[in-house]
């Protein structure tokens, strides 16, 4: 037996649907966009804008409404089978499909309790006619964020891409913060670089690097150091290089990695491995490097992504980039300036990553 498509519901149908929950002290929330490819990040805010109130609503943009958003060659799904998709989902009550650019209109006729935007909206910054609407009907609104690392556009580029074969499969090794990482992932979904990060390690088990990994379905992988607060003995290093070899990782990144990562990653990775140092190389190599450079009473400082080899901090230099050292300077707002360069330029490297390999 055959089950029979989904129809999707009309504004009016909608309409009977918010007023029944709210004769019942219920709320019904209202979010909208184009849900071409649905992915993991798709279905995890789905969840969590469901969760502000106790139905969903999705608005479903109509095929020409976006081709004339996002292009002629989208949607890649037909708009009745995006709305079969959704609607089959745990979050979703109702799916309506509309065909104007904008919701005033359908917000007007179901005047929702709740409006969830996801993304890099803000309150203010949302589209002034449709936050007209919003207040009018009393909506409460949400801005829910992105899941870092998940796009239809960046699916769509890597299935399309004829070099689907040759994007970079990264291993990423971390300690601290991630914000490098996230800079990455950033580039990923842009598609500003062509890479798939194809695991993440780090021999911190609770740090923010490892989290991130997490929450974008990258493979997370916490590596034992031992009870030294700085060595990393060999079996570690051993369970490095399996984790790399088994992920088929092509290239090797360390961002802020505070430990010595040695053989067998040396020499199986050799000319593959890269690091991002907060300092201008060859000054301040090691740990504290932008505290070094305010205590030298340089006038600038800098980031360097450099190849790693034995030596420390000593490999050759693929890219710098300096920030000035201004009066007042802690080491703190000295490395987050030097940090806001490490988040364009260790991409920029990547991406360019063909041309290096040919000049090593
Ligand atoms: C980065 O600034 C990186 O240059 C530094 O650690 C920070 C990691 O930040 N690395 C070193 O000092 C290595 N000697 P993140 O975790 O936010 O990307």
Redesign the pocket.
């Known amino acids: 037996m055959t089950a029979d498509p989904y129809t999707p519901m009309t504004p009016e149908q909608v309409r009977l649907l918010r007023d029944r929950l709210h004769t019942q002290g219920k709320k019904l929330v209202f979010t909208n966009g184009v849900f071409d490819i649905l992915h993991a990040g798709h279905v995890r805010y789905l969840n969590e804008a469901r969760a502000l109130g106790d139905a969903m609503v999705i608005a479903l943009n109509s095929d020409a409404s976006v081709r004339e958003l996002k292009g002629p060659t989208r949607p890649v799904n037909h708009e009745n089978d995006r709305a079969e998709v959704l609607a089959a989902l745990r979050a979703v009550d109702a799916v309506v499909v509309f065909g104007d650019k904008r919701a005033t209109a359908l917000i007007e006729t179901i005047q929702p309790h709740i409006y969830a935007k996801g993304g890099d909206y803000t309150v203010d910054s949302l589209n002034p006619e449709e936050r007209a609407a919003l207040d009018s009907v009393g909506a409460e609104i949400h801005i829910l964020p992105l899941v870092p690392g998940r796009s239809t556009t960046s699916t769509i580029q890597r299935m399309t891409s004829d070099a689907s074969k040759g994007r970079l499969r990264l291993g990423v090794l971390?300690?601290?913060?991630?914000?490098?990482?996230r800079?990455i992932l950033a580039a990923i979904t842009s598609g500003q670089l062509e890479a798939d990060v194809a695991v993440a390690i780090s021999d911190v088990a609770d740090s923010?690097?490892l989290q991130t990994a997490r929450s974008a379905g990258i493979p997370a992988i916490h590596v034992d150091p031992g009870s030294h607060p700085k060595r990393f003995g060999e079996a570690a290093q051993k369970e490095v290089a399996d984790h790399l070899q088994r992920a088929r990782v092509d290239v090797v990144v360390?961002?802020?990695?505070?430990r010595i990562l040695k053989e067998p990653t040396l020499s199986q990775y050799s000319g593959r491995i890269v690091?991002?140092?907060?300092s201008l190389l060859p000054k301040h190599k090691?740990?504290n490097?932008p505290q070094l450079a305010i205590e030298a009473e340089d006038c600038e400082s800098g980031?360097t992504v450099h190849l790693v080899t034995a030596e420390i901090?000593a490999g050759r230099i693929l890219a710098q980039a300096s920030v000035p050292i201004l009066p007042g300077d802690t080491p703190e707002i000295l490395?987050s300036r030097?940090?806001e360069q490490?988040h364009r330029l260790l991409p920029r490297v990547l991406s360019e990553w063909k041309k290096h390999v040919s000049a090593i």
């Open positions: 971390g300690s601290g913060e991630g914000s490098n990482f800079a923010k690097f360390l961002i802020g990695f505070m690091n991002v140092h907060p090691g740990a490097a980031c901090d490395h030097i940090k490490e």
